[in-house]
């Protein structure tokens, strides 16, 4: 079963406005990195923040963890049209289901926005 | 920088034919990840390889197999082919961390763009 589930399903805002996804996964956790996917394309890594970390940066993006809750957000700042695509967060769950490495990604957040 | 190669990159196949896919990982990345996404869904985890020996299985039909060779290139064999297997599939290469747990693994994936393949 899934892993991680991410909300909301889908977020449209202007250009220029901040833009936060959330996602939650169900077990404990080495790692959890966000993934960008445009249309039909493949998957661009973006961020990784450890299960030791509570908050990273990249540029526009800031990644905060709560491993108590079991939940991430990501938020994008400042946003432009070039950000529409899909996010997705992706765990590494060393004992979910017994598998090592592999990730296991929520449903990820349609993002849209208008210029 | 180099980054992970899929081919090819759209495939159409007849129901119960057969397809290999194929997956060049990152130079001196030793692990392999194959993933499989559906139209609309989130990728789902297929079977992975390190050091050439497969290292974890998912959701991966017994009517598909894959390998890992000697130059960490991987395969993907579908055979039978459904039309439920049209999907996207992602190769992914990661290079683990070699500590004393030789499948801990906290490094990043790098996914390649992926092949489409279409069933009819």
């Known amino acids: 079963s899934q892993q991680g589930e991410e909300d909301p399903q889908a977020l449209s805002i202007q250009e220029g406005e901040n833009a936060t996804m959330n996602c939650s996964y169900k077990?404990?956790?080495?790692?959890l990195q966000w993934y960008r996917q445009n249309s039909g394309r493949g998957l661009v890594h973006l961020i990784l923040?450890?299960?030791?970390?509570r908050e990273k940066h990249s540029g526009r993006l800031r990644v905060t963890l709560d491993t108590s809750k079991k939940s991430s957000s990501l938020l994008i700042t400042a946003s432009r049209a070039a950000d529409t695509a899909s996010y997705f967060c992706?765990?590494?769950?060393?004992?979910?289901?017994?598998?090592?490495?592999?990730?296991?990604f929520g449903k990820g957040t349609k993002l849209s926005v208008k210029p | 920088a180099a980054g992970v190669i899929q081919s090819p990159r759209h495939l159409i196949k007849e129901k119960r034919e057969t397809a290999t896919l194929k997956c060049y990982p990152i130079?001196?990345?030793?692990?392999v990840y194959w993933y499989q996404q559906g139209p609309g869904q989130d990728p789902q985890f297929l079977i992975s390889?390190?050091?050439?020996?497969?290292?974890d299985k998912g959701s991966i039909p017994d009517r598909f197999s894959a390998q890992q060779f000697s130059d960490y290139h991987s395969e993907l064999n579908m055979s039978s082919l459904e039309l439920g297997d049209s999907a996207l599939y992602f190769c992914?290469?990661?290079?683990?961390?070699?500590?004393?747990?030789?499948?801990?693994?906290?490094?990043?994936?790098?996914f390649g763009p992926g092949t489409r393949l279409t069933v009819l």
């Open positions: 992914a290469s990661s290079g683990l961390s070699k500590g004393p747990i030789i499948y801990s693994s906290t490094d990043t994936q790098y």
């Open positions: 077990t404990s956790i080495n790692n």
């Open positions: 923040i450890r299960s030791n970390e």
């Open positions: 992706a765990t590494d769950a060393e004992n979910y289901g017994g598998s090592q490495g592999n990730l296991i």
């Open positions: 130079p001196r990345h030793d692990t």
């Open positions: 390889f390190y050091e050439k020996m497969q290292s």
